[in-house]
């Protein structure tokens, strides 16, 4: 009986342990360690978060404040994604020596290529600074007071609390409010690049497979971080030094299997879990399909474009990679969050939470919480709808207009700051959108403001349009503006913006494209904005009341912090999935699947040939399994964007994989963590190492890192064979 107990209660752990989570790595020891442990780990909590000494964390560096990276060699080597190092690739690439169509390699550490304004960032502690941040708050009656004293308290602990001269301190909110976390942090500012495979297989499938499984894409490239003479951060110098790090990964040489302990550590940005039912409502209803009808009609007209012009095609790539990927996302999303049925399974949650609140005797305090969610998310609902219709047309997937909104600003800059503050703007915004035109065409730009102005004029809410928007004739409008505004051309676009002040903004106020940007912005700002901004920060208040109930009452809940941008840990199996009736995914891909998508010459399908012979030659020396090369593998570790590059680890602290993506499927994780179908998808790192050694010949990389045979018999002997590491 008390066995039968124990293995039930072992098997409500283990299942619990894959309902997600992204956790804090300073606060692991209890419920984590446990968790954990119950699915197969072997570490303590103490060997992936440690104060005093090194311990994992002091591997896995913030990539460029957007992605994750991992230390895998004592001379500072990082691991990330392709996608992550693209701009860094992109950047270095020439119709001589096009890195992104080739890869790049170097042989030699004289060979790697420094890049300006590439960073990463070490997080060197963790402290809670709760009780300082909230300090002189409760007594303050309005919203707006109690915010403003806490960014007073946030800016006065950052520059007292003790740290290094080259350390930051970096205070973030977590719980919505009801907690705040110091980070004593390192940025490198001398990264360089050390390694990329070809885009046919660093981006392989691309957007037709972005968010799919199964998948194939080998998404790494390799950085280097440097450091000067004391190991300390530097700008580039050609005298700093690879960077000694406190810890660098292992590497697993065995591969996984279906139910293996994965872990992921890293940045996850933003999530929205603690979400009232009626505001997952209104993404699956109103504000997804809005973004992705938008979102869809541009993507239609540049790929029109693309596919009949090359020099289009290169110029827009990388911009319709970006719209496509969240377009893709949302409609995943959309569809997960209705399959998963989130939000009857939320109301359900929150009628059984009332009642806790006033068994509780709380309702004073939270009785009000749900009825006051559904009153203000009622009322935000036109302006979060007409926001996104702004943000969406007007800055984000037209781009003339998106100019013009730029110089919209520096007006509002020349009438609130003065001549000087207006000069130096204008001056930086000649300089950054020198860049922007050289891959700006104003013929596929014209027909994307076509159809999308036409949206905003029917679709978004009618009491907000600006008068140029009402009763439209969008393709007249759109001939009239591309024909007429000096903003098509970055020549064109300084002749308007040459002279003193005044005559910068007279000439502005009679330019068609100028005109029209301002007029809608204005309407904008004074008619949504500002009610937008307060009914938000009404529900923020409301979600901080709502998170501090569930933290009071629902105290045997797994309740992570949303993801705020800060290092965290997620945990699970590697598992398969059942995507829908009578299909059954399996966890791991194989070059196999590479060769059975490969369409010759395609631009997301083709292999390059040295990986075919590869292949056909079964020339995969250790890196193979069963005369088989693993590609890709999926787990239940709950990431989302942010995650890209994040070490996948094993229970012994070997890396193990990259991850680089979700299945579609499951992308709803973001909002609501459905375990039978949220996956994470990581690149195998015998894939890695195989292109790295097999296809790339970089031996003096390989020769850097630790292999290590954790599940052999004799791991010791292998692991002496392969640290040459010194
Ligand atoms: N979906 C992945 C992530 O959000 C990969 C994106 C890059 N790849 C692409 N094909 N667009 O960001
Ligand atoms: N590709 C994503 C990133 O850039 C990770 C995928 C996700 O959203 O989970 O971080």
């Known amino acids: 009986m008390k066995f039968l107990k124990l293995l039930l209660l072992l098997f409500v752990v283990q299942t619990q342990a894959q309902q997600g989570g992204m956790w804090v790595p300073s606060l692991l020891k209890g419920m984590n360690e446990t968790e954990m442990k119950n699915l197969g780990m072997k570490m303590t909590a103490k060997d992936i978060y440690d104060v005093n000494q090194s311990s994992m964390k002091d591997a896995v560096p913030h990539f460029n404040g957007g992605c994750t990276s991992e230390v895998i060699s004592p001379k500072g080597l990082i691991l990330t994604n392709h996608h992550c190092g693209f701009d860094a690739i992109q950047k270095h690439s020439s119709v001589e020596h096009d890195y992104l ?37 409760s007594s303050l009656s309005s919203e707006e007071e109690k915010q403003k004293k806490i960014q007073e308290n946030i800016t006065a602990l950052s520059n007292s609390l003790p740290k290094e001269s080259w350390q930051e301190n970096k205070i973030r909110t977590f719980y919505e409010g009801n907690q705040y976390m110091l980070f004593v942090t390192e940025t490198f500012k001398d990264v360089r690049l050390v390694g990329a495979p070809p885009t046919s297989i660093g981006k392989f499938g691309s957007d037709t497979d972005n968010w799919v499984w199964p998948r194939h894409t080998g998404d790494f490239s390799l950085f280097r971080i440097y450091a000067d003479k004391n190991n300390r951060p530097a700008s580039y110098s050609k005298d700093n030094v690879p960077y000694t790090p406190k810890h660098f990964l292992p590497i697993s040489l065995d591969g996984i299997q279906e139910d293996d302990f994965t872990l992921v550590f890293g940045y996850p940005g933003r999530t929205n879990e603690y979400l009232p039912s009626v505001a997952i409502e209104q993404i699956v209803n109103e504000l997804n399909p809005a973004k992705i009808e938008i979102r869809d009609r541009a993507l239609k007209v540049e790929d029109g474009f693309m596919r009949k012009d090359n020099a289009i095609k290169i ?54 919480l749900f009825s006051e969610f559904e009153k203000n998310y009622t009322e935000i609902a036109p302006y979060a709808l007409s926001r996104d219709y702004f943000s969406e047309v007007i800055l984000r997937n037209t781009e003339l207009p998106g100019i013009g909104f730029k ?40 027909k994307v403001f076509e159809q999308l102005v036409e949206l905003y004029a029917t679709k978004s809410p009618k009491q907000f349009l600006p008068s140029n928007l009402t009763n439209v004739n969008s393709a007249k409008l759109a001939t009239d503006i591309y024909s007429q505004s000096k903003l098509t051309s970055f020549s064109k676009l300084k002749e308007l913006l040459t002279g003193d002040s005044k005559t910068v903004i007279a000439n502005l106020n009679n330019d068609k494209g100028f005109q029209f940007v301002k007029e809608v912005a204005e309407k904008y700002l004074k008619e949504v904005a500002p009610k937008y901004d307060a009914l938000n ?56 699947g590479v060769m059975e998508k490969y369409i010759p010459g395609d631009y997301e399908f083709d292999v390059p040939s040295k990986l075919i012979e590869l292949y056909n030659n079964k020339d995969y020396g250790e890196y193979g399994e069963n005369g088989k090369m693993p590609v890709c593998f999926i787990g239940t570790n709950h990431t989302t964007g942010g995650n890209s590059g994040s070490p996948a680890i ?50 003096n990389l390989i020769e850097e890192l630790q292999l290590v045979h954790p599940k052999k018999n004799n791991p010791l002997k292998k692991n002496i064979l392969h640290k040459k590491t010194k």
């Open 537 to 592: 920060l009404k529900i923020s208040a409301l979600q901080r009341t709502y998170m501090k109930a569930q933290l009071e009452l629902n105290k045997d809940a797994r309740l992570f912090p949303d993801a705020n941008s800060t290092l965290r840990v997620t945990y699970g199996k590697v598992k398969g999935y059942e995507p829908k009736d009578a299909t059954v995914y399996t966890p791991v891909t194989y070059l196999d």
């Open 101 to 137: 169509t080739d890869g790049f390699w170097a042989y030699k550490m004289e060979e790697e290529l420094p890049n300006e304004n590439l960073t990463v960032t070490f997080i060197v502690k963790i402290e809670d600074v709760t009780t300082q941040v909230l300090a002189g708050v």
């Open 650 to 699: 094993d229970a012994n602290g070997n890396l193990i994989g990259l991850n680089f993506d979700r299945v579609w499927e499951g992308t709803m994780s973001d909002i609501y963590y459905d375990p039978s179908i949220c996956r994470n998808i990581m690149v195998d790192i015998r894939y890695v190492l195989f292109i790295m050694d097999k296809y790339a010949g970089a031996k």
């Open 315 to 368: 110029q827009y790539a990388s911009k319709y990679a970006s719209t496509a990927n969240y377009w893709k996302k949302w409609i995943g999303e959309t569809q997960g969050l209705k399959k998963s049925n989130a939000v009857v399974l939320k109301k359900e949650a929150e009628k059984e939470f009332q009642v806790k609140i006033s068994k509780a005797g709380k309702d004073q305090e939270y009785g009000s």
């Open 407 to 446: 110089l919209f600003q520096l007006e509002q800059v020349y009438n609130t700051k003065g001549e000087q503050s207006f000069t130096d703007r204008k001056n930086n915004l000649i300089n950054s959108l020198d860049e922007f035109y050289k891959n700006f065409n104003p013929a596929v730009d014209e």
